[in-house]
């Protein structure tokens, strides 16, 4: 059952037959017969059906057909579910076979008898969880005899790989359809991921004096709002700045308020509010600006101590002090990165430079990790080439709501610049570099692929442009394409690789 004759003809149409969602009125083709049978590959919205079904001779039982079915959504195997197999022959004949559960997960068998010779048009519905999905087949032959069974076996055509959909259900495996699309052209460059401006803090003690060990215990990666206390520190210096200052600004206090209710009672002038006043403001920004707490604002803790807050919001992503430590003036205490939008630091060749004033986006990867990531904002283009590497730097900002982006990242990229070009294009995924060269792997059936060194265009990281050695409705190999080649390597051949049924 699993040797395969093939014809011209049908090679040639096969990526015709399995192309993306066919229209449900159009009957698909057999991919090859092989002594009266056929293999057909087809897809619906939701299913691909691969098939494959044996020579029929009128009245009497066939061996088994083998019914593949996947789920497009994650490539795996119908595990329910009733299948109907309707048959109709001429003068109106018709049976229909009732497959009440696969007889393993993706595999369906029936065995017609079908009671009259020409030409039958088969038909599938599947019934699963309360929802019908109809599933062209095409048309078969019945013979009058095994006597009239054709008897000739073609090779098949060279260089076709064979990955049973037993395989293919038992690893990551997914296919896509070649479209046409516009993409921009891009200049590659490589860089890091940075921290922008207002996205990073370098926390540091104003005051000298000693960190309090009952304090905040913040680690690295704890999360910290905007104005949150990083530690409590015990100020100890010479002059006793920190001590002088928070009392000279309670005494400003004091004398202001007193100095509202002598004018209020008429027993001063206008003047000496003023300057009260005055001198609370400077008392205050005094006390302000090396970020100490107002008294009475201390949340309960002890007045005299020093709250060491930061000025964003983020995580910890370095802490330099522990508790009991003694800090000076200027000691860096902690690193606070705001990580939700990061920049992507492109280093462009400098003789790329006079491109940068049309450029539409960028996309990038980092180290360890094949993930696409698109930078949409440019944030700026610099003015000056560095005399060392002979690059500009241009940045983007870069949304990272899953935190996946770390601040320092190795990243490389493209830059997309100028007018897209139109062509036909394969997800970004689907192009292997094998020994240097760009490489598709094409599905032409249900169980088989062939490999195309192709020619590439432009790319905005989804999607690649392929200049020669695609056509558009072709399907290809966006995630197994490494297991396609493997089994490229090895002894089996498509025309006798057998798995039961």
């Known amino acids: 059952m699993r040797a395969m004759s093939w014809t011209v003809a049908a090679t040639a149409a096969l990526w015709l037959l399995t192309c993306a969602q ?24 939701e299913l691909e059906l691969f098939v494959e079904y044996p020579p029929h001779v009128k009245d009497v039982p066939s061996d088994p057909w083998a019914i593949h079915l996947t789920w497009l959504e994650d490539w795996q195997p119908v595990r329910e579910g009733r299948l109907t197999l309707l048959l109709r022959g001429p003068g109106g004949a018709r049976e229909e076979i009732v497959m009440d559960a696969p007889n393993r997960p993706g595999v369906f068998t029936a065995t ?19 929802a019908d999905h109809p599933i062209p087949v ?35 495996f997914a296919v896509g359809v070649a479209e046409e699309r516009r993409i921009a052209r891009s200049i590659s460059a490589t860089g890091e991921t940075a921290a922008p401006a207002s996205g990073l803090a370098h926390v540091s003690t104003p005051v000298a004096g000693l960190i309090v060990a009952n304090g905040p215990a913040l680690a690295p990666g704890d999360p910290v709002s905007a104005g ?24 400003a206090r004091r004398e202001a308020e007193r100095a509202e209710r002598l004018f209020a009672a008429g027993a001063i002038a206008q003047r000496r509010l003023e300057e009260a006043r005055h001198e609370l403001d400077v008392a205050q920004a005094a006390f302000e600006a090396i970020g100490g707490t107002p008294p009475g604002e201390e949340d309960g803790t002890d007045p005299h101590l020093y709250r060491l807050r930061t000025p964003i919001g983020g995580v910890i992503a370095e802490r330099h002090v522990a508790p009991g ?26 003789r790329h430079a006079a491109a940068l004033g049309d450029l539409s986006g960028a996309w990038f990867t980092v180290e360890g990790t094949e993930r696409v990531h698109t930078a949409g904002r440019l944030v700026s283009v610099g003015s000056v080439i560095d005399p060392d590497n002979r690059t500009l730097p241009v940045r983007f900002a870069v949304a990272n709501p899953d935190r996946a982006l770390k601040v320092g990242m190795l990243a490389a990229g493209h830059l997309l610049v100028g007018d897209p070009v139109e062509g036909v294009a394969v997800p970004a995924t689907a192009v292997q570099d094998e020994d240097g060269l760009p ?19 432009p790319s905005d990281g989804s999607w690649t442009i392929i200049t020669a050695g695609v056509a558009a409705g072709e399907q290809v190999v966006t995630t197994g394409a490494y297991q396609v080649k493997l089994a490229s390597l090895g002894d089996a051949e498509i025309s006798d690789h057998g798995h039961p049924h």
């Open 325 to 350: 430590q003694h800090v000076g003036a200027g000691t860096h205490a902690f690193t606070v990165v705001n990580p939700a939008t990061l920049w992507f630091v492109a280093h462009v060749p400098a």
């Open 112 to 130: 017609p008898a079908l009671p009259a010779t020409g030409t039958w048009r088969a038909d599938m519905t599947l019934a699963v969880r309360g």
């Open 138 to 172: 095409g048309q078969l032959q019945v013979f009058e005899s095994e006597d009239a069974l054709p008897h000739d076996v073609e090779e098949p055509p060279p260089n076709l790989i064979a990955l049973l959909k037993e395989q293919q259900w038992t690893m990551p």
């Open 439 to 457: 490489v598709v792997y094409v599905k032409v059936g249900g169980e088989a692929f062939l490999r195309r060194v192709v020619e590439l265009g």
């Open 22 to 45: 066919p229209a449900p009125d159009v009957p698909a083709e057999a991919d090859h017969s092989h002594a009266g049978g056929g293999v057909v590959t087809h897809w619906t919205d």
């Open 228 to 251: 949150q206390t990083l530690a409590l520190i015990a100020p100890a210096s010479i002059d006793n700045s920190y001590a002088r200052l928070r009392a000279d600004f309670v005494e």
